[in-house]
């Protein structure tokens, strides 16, 4: 009784009031952070959906509404395939994802071993990530070019490789082994860390009873490896919805094969279309926050298990 | 009763006082000389201007800033910024936040959204006011250099001058100065079209590039010998047919060598429209309203470009273009014809003509019926309409435009120049005689600058018909309010190329019916936002 008296005469302290105060006044810049760079931008993005709206506007408010007219020019205007095309695109690029946590495996593996001059290959791996992205791009024009390495090592073999970068059915491809390549050392060195976080008993263990080293990586390392998967396969499908820079280095901003939905959220702003940039908008946001959410369900799911 | 009378006195006298000073200022008005304080003398001196461009262009541009600074008393600080997609987004932003420098960018495309959406100042006042001290119906007490925009081609002034109301490019107020007027004409490398001569590849009675005709069928081998015959001449242009033999004669492998020659290298995005236009075809209707691609003309212009890349082995493949560009390729002199641009003439100077002997052409025309057109450009220097020095900025964009040489004594040079310190040499001198970048902006330079045979090329005419109207069309986009319906039409234009490997997706007459619909309806949308716009 006593104590809970003691409690309450601190709780209504001046002391306690003057805490909160500073409490308070520290998150203040955050919180004034947050509602203005996100929680406004958000709700005028939301607003702008049903405005005609110019970015030369003085305000939002000042825009005239316009019902669902976005909506119908976004989806459903005879240009509104290209939006579609600009969906798939960003979706058929994002295949990278797999086949760079694939192979992240699998170097992150090989790195994992004791052998001579491990950390030179690690480095290696690593330059990439830490490169330019223009180098990078400029790079990657040269090896794809019809005469570029990558049609000469072909032709070694008699095989006349195609203009990666030109033709319809390969352009995409070529951005996909651009993004797996610089996204591969980042991916390598989280792996790497996942690995060398396993205790070296759980494979002695299956050593004792006969595992095949298949049958270890299977039943071991791949579960015990799933909280990073988890994080490169949320943070690749954040980063993918949004890519921008790569295909617009590649290909520039003409080219409608390779445009992705930020690069089309990008010709409506240009254009000063800010109404229908905001509806792309929002459903890139709602695609993006429903597949994470499923990955958190399922995730949650697979815990409780 | 007395308070009343006071009043009325005090009316009277101040009715009186009124009349007075209005009869004295109309009697001013009739001897034609009112002397003002010039408003840029109150005027911040200090302006800002933001320019896009590097190299030459740049360092041009920065001396005439330092001589605009000493002529004006004035202070003008300029950003550059080299990327292009980045410098107009950057502006775009700034003009939205109203945060916009002093002076600008615009082109024949942009000045209409800057009229509409207030970003753009209305010049004519101000360009009125510098004329009237020209013609001495102001004076003023100081010796600033005052420019007549009439002086500037009428041809590059309509690109901004445009009219809200009408929404109607081409009439109306002035927005903007134009900075440059350019255009790509047909290029040709002398020293390959020998070596196609050498090999016999020429075809026989096919005039060269350099030859000139006159109505009775005489023909001149050069430009001087067609000069001195005192007719009226015209250079070669080839049909498309000539141009296509022409282009196959220069595509080879020198054996001694092994260098690979190709007769022409040409980018779509430039140079397809010349086909288009020669064939009789366009993008647009002439009011703007309708897309004409389905139109017979065009498909066959466009048929005819593509089939010179893919069809007549005369051409640099687009794809071998990703490895060495075309541009690459001319300047090693591995290219026979290629649109030069009038902006890339002192790049080429600077060239051994042993690699790149140099001259300039028409573009090719479809027949000998047709009329040859190509690409014309143009960009201008916008005033920021909440700029605090509207009557400085202009004369900025005046100056870069259109300035010659003027005495200054506070113009001085740096020591290891030959420059005569106390004149600023102005923009005809560096843009066009120093650094040879661009064409003059003034009827009268472009005249001395045609007249002068100590510049390159030699048929510099060309240049002139393009810019002046008759054979320069501009870009396909600039003539709408924004460029989504071109973003579509060109965003997929791969479907009627392919690389070695595949065949093209579709047609050009398959691709036209296919994007026609979605073209249209950008194109509408775009009148819908310019006639919303205009009534800001």
Not at chain 1, 46 to 61: A, Q
Not at chain 1, 248 to 262: A, F, I, P
Not at chain 2, 116 to 137: F, H, R, S, V
Request: hydrophobic share 40%; proline share 3%; glycine share 8%.
């Amino acid at each position: 009784m006593e104590t809970v008296k003691i409690s309450n005469k601190i709780k209504n302290s001046g002391l306690r009031r003057e805490e909160n105060l500073f409490g308070y006044l520290f998150v203040l810049p955050a919180v004034i952070g947050i509602l203005l760079f996100i929680a406004y931008p958000l709700f005028v993005s939301f607003i702008g959906m049903f405005l005609d709206w110019s970015k030369y506007d003085n305000s939002v408010f000042q825009a005239q509404w316009n019902n669902f007219e976005n909506f119908k020019q976004v989806f459903g205007s005879a240009f509104g395939k290209y939006f579609w095309q600009s969906l798939y695109n960003t979706v058929f690029i994002m295949i990278g994802i797999p086949i760079g946590l694939v192979l992240s495996l699998v170097f992150a593996m090989l790195l994992n071993r004791e052998m001579k001059g491990v950390y030179i290959y690690r480095v290696l791996f690593y330059l990439p990530v830490v490169s330019s992205l223009v180098a990078v791009c400029i790079m990657w024009q040269k090896l794809l070019a019809p005469d570029g390495v990558l049609n000469s090592l072909l032709g070694f073999f008699g095989i006349k490789g195609p203009a990666w970068l030109v033709e319809e059915a390969t352009a995409k491809w070529s951005i996909i082994f651009l993004t797996v390549w610089k996204g591969l050392g980042s991916s390598i060195l989280l792996y790497l860390a996942g690995l060398q976080g396993i205790s070296k008993s759980y494979y002695e263990a299956a050593e004792v009873d006969g595992s095949g080293a298949f049958n270890t990586f299977i039943k071991i390392t791949v579960p015990l490896l799933y909280p990073t998967t988890f994080y490169l396969v949320v943070t690749g499908v954040i980063g993918g919805m949004q890519c921008y820079v790569e295909p617009q280095l590649l290909y520039g901003s003409s080219r409608l094969d390779t445009k992705t939905v930020v690069g089309y959220i990008f010709g409506k702003f240009g254009d000063d279309y800010l109404g229908e940039a905001s509806v792309i908008s929002w459903f890139l946001a709602i695609i993006i926050f429903t597949i994470t959410a499923i990955q958190f369900i399922y995730n949650g799911r697979r815990e409780k298990r | 009763m007395k308070k009343r009378t006071l009043f009325s006195v005090f009316l009277t006298f101040v009715m009186f006082v009124t009349a007075s000073i209005s009869l004295f200022a109309c009697s001013c008005g009739g001897s034609n000389k009112i002397v003002l304080k010039d408003p840029s003398e109150d005027e911040n001196k200090s302006i800002k201007i933001s320019l896009n461009c590097e190299g030459d262009v740049r360092a041009s541009y920065e001396i005439l800033i330092e001589e605009f600074n000493a002529v004006y008393d004035a202070n003008v600080t300029a950003s550059f910024t080299s990327d292009s997609d980045v410098y107009w987004q950057q502006l775009d932003s700034a003009i939205s936040a109203k945060n916009a420098p002093d002076v600008f960018y615009c082109d024949p495309s942009s000045v209409r959204q800057f009229a509409n959406k207030n970003g753009a100042l209305p010049l004519d006042t101000y360009l009125q006011y510098e004329i009237d001290i020209l013609d001495g119906k102001v004076s003023v007490n100081n010796d600033y250099p005052h420019i007549d925009y009439h002086d500037i081609l009428s041809e590059s002034i309509k690109y901004y001058t445009y009219n809200r109301e009408t929404c109607t490019l081409g009439d109306g107020t002035i927005y903007a100065i134009p900075k440059d007027a350019s255009g790509y004409a047909m290029g040709y490398n002398k020293n390959v079209i020998n070596k196609a001569v050498l090999m016999g590849r020429w075809p026989e009675n096919l005039l060269f590039p350099w030859q000139y005709t006159d109505s009775e069928g005489g023909v001149y081998d050069d430009y001087a010998s067609a000069k001195a015959s005192g007719k009226t001449v015209s250079q070669v242009c080839y049909t498309w047919q000539q141009f296509v033999s022409a282009c196959q004669a220069c595509q080879f492998t020198e054996a001694s060598t092994g260098t690979k020659y190709y007769g022409t290298g040409l980018l779509d995005e430039w140079a397809m429209h010349s086909w288009i236009w020669t064939a009789g075809g366009d993008y647009i209707s002439a009011d703007g309203t309708t897309m004409t691609i389905k139109d017979e003309k065009f498909v066959q212009g466009l048929q005819e470009f593509v089939d010179l890349h893919l069809k007549y082995d005369a051409c640099q493949p687009y794809e071998d273009s990703l490895s060495s560009s075309h541009y690459d390729k001319w300047k090693n002199g591995q290219v026979a014809f290629f649109s030069v641009g009038n902006w890339d003439i002192g790049a080429y100077d600077a060239i051994d003509s042993s690699i790149l002997d140099y001259d300039v052409m028409p573009t090719p025309k479809k027949d000998a019926d047709s009329e040859w057109y190509t690409y014309r450009g143009t960009l201008g220097f916008a005033v920021n309409k909440l700029t605090q020095s509207p009557t400085l900025a202009t004369r900025l964009a005046l100056w870069l435009s259109a300035s010659g040489e003027v005495s200054n004594e506070r113009i001085r040079y740096s020591s290891d120049s030959d420059l005569t310190d106390g004149i600023a040499k102005g923009a005809y001198n560096w843009l066009t005689k120093i650094k040879k970048v661009q064409l003059p902006n003034k009827t009268a330079d472009l005249n001395t600058y045609l007249a002068d045979d100590t510049l390159r090329p030699t048929n510099k005419q060309v240049y002139a018909d393009i810019v002046l109207g008759s054979n320069g069309k501009v870009y396909p986009s600039a003539r709408t309010y924004n460029d989504e319906w071109w973003e579509i039409f060109y965003g997929s234009i791969g479907k009627i190329w392919a690389g070695e490997n595949a065949e093209p997706e579709m047609t050009v007459r398959e691709y036209v019916e296919y994007i026609n619909d979605s073209c249209q309806e950008a194109l509408t949308k775009s009148i819908r936002a310019e006639q919303k716009d205009s009534k800001r």
